[in-house]
């Protein structure tokens, strides 16, 4: 692993879900969209395989952010990883991966695919680029979703968000399906940004194809 850092701060952004602060090295830079490695340094821990997150800070800030669902069921990394403290410290690895902005485009996401496009929105913010983009989100109840109103403010009419275990006004219930898919995007020319699950990933690009998406303007980690 290449950097060594320490936990700054965390706190929960759903009840399953933690944002974690940490100091960041020096000489580490990512771009939006980019995961990386982290390693808990700790016994036990410290000489397991690095797990993958995404930064879902911005690359000019003084900090890190990563944006962690926890799984307790598994016993793993995510487990011991929200129950880490001020102080404690993580083995950061060089950042990789295929996700980044392109062009104007949908971002389409499943509960904690939604990292990638935290960093990407964040820095399109930043850079005063918020027009043509559009947003459909899948989680299974509303208390599942992660940094909702930073979503809404940031893609207004244009985010739809889809609960697969709860049927709430305001929200679609069910999948996202090729149907919702029609009935929603605007434009199937432009980027189609895709994070979730495998299967949701694969879902999402036979979908997408079948309603005219060129491969080419399929973006994913691959
Ligand atoms: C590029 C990339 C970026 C990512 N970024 C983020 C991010 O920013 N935020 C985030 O929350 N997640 C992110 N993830 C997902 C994250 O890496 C995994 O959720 C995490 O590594 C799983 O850790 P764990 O606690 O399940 O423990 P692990 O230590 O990986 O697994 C512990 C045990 O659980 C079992 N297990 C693992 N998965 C399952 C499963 N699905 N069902 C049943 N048992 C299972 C394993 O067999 C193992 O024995 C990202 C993934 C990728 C590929």
């Known amino acids: 692993m290449k950097y060594k850092s320490s936990i700054l701060m965390t706190e929960f952004v759903t009840h399953d879900v933690k944002r974690f602060i940490i100091g960041k090295p020096e000489n580490f830079i990512h771009e939006p969209g980019q995961g990386v ?5 700790k016994q036990r821990w410290k000489d397991e395989e690095g797990r993958p997150f995404t930064p879902t800070s911005l690359p000019h800030d003084q900090v890190l952010e990563f944006t962690i669902k926890c799984y307790p069921g598994h016993h793993g990394v995510t487990e011991k990883l929200h129950g880490l403290q001020p102080g404690d410290e993580l083995f950061i690895s060089e950042p990789f991966g295929t996700i980044r902005y392109k062009g104007p485009g949908v971002f389409i996401a499943a509960g904690a695919g939604i990292t990638p496009f935290l960093g990407i929105c964040r820095h399109l913010v930043s850079r005063g680029n918020t027009g043509n983009h559009q947003l459909l989100f899948a989680n299974k109840t509303k208390n599942d979703i992660i940094c909702e109103k930073e979503l809404r403010h940031f893609f207004g ?11 709430t006004p305001g929200y679609y219930h069910g999948r996202i399906t090729s149907e919702l898919l029609r009935e929603t995007v605007s434009d199937f020319s432009h980027y189609f940004y895709v994070c979730g699950p495998e299967g949701f990933v694969t879902d999402m690009h036979v979908a997408l194809q079948s309603l005219g998406a060129e491969v080419e303007s399929l973006v994913f980690e691959e």
């Open 37 to 41: 490695e982290l390693v808990i340094n």
């Open 157 to 167: 009419a244009d985010s739809f968000f889809i609960l697969s275990k709860e049927n």
